[in-house]
């Protein structure tokens, strides 16, 4: 479908190279991603979006994700098309 910036906190990840943000999903459920610095634009990361609808994304994150699978569903206020 495309790409996409998912939004959330941002903090320094265990190596230089990494960031983990920090964000809820749709059920409201914190869930954590450790993601390449290279994939970040502000308080948001790039993340592959799979499929949009009646206000809801799944999205397929990028890196080691705590509290959640590889694919999530999140509400489209947290995520920017790009």
């Known amino acids: 479908m495309g790409t996409g910036m998912l ?3 941002i903090q320094d990840g ?3 190279s990494e960031v983990i943000l920090t964000f809820k999903d ?4 914190e869930v954590s991603v450790i993601a390449p ?3 970040v634009g502000g308080q948001a990361i790039r993340v592959r ?3 949009t609808a009646a206000g809801r ?6 890196g080691d994700v705590f509290g ?3 694919e999530v569903t999140v509400r489209e206020e947290i995520l920017e098309a790009v």
């Open 37 to 39: 610095r290279s994939l």
């Open 14 to 16: 265990p190596f230089e």
């Open 26 to 29: 749709e059920k409201g459920r």
């Open 7 to 9: 939004k959330g906190h």
């Open 49 to 51: 979006i799979l499929a």
């Open 57 to 62: 994304s799944l999205v397929e994150l990028p």
């Open 68 to 70: 959640a699978g590889q």
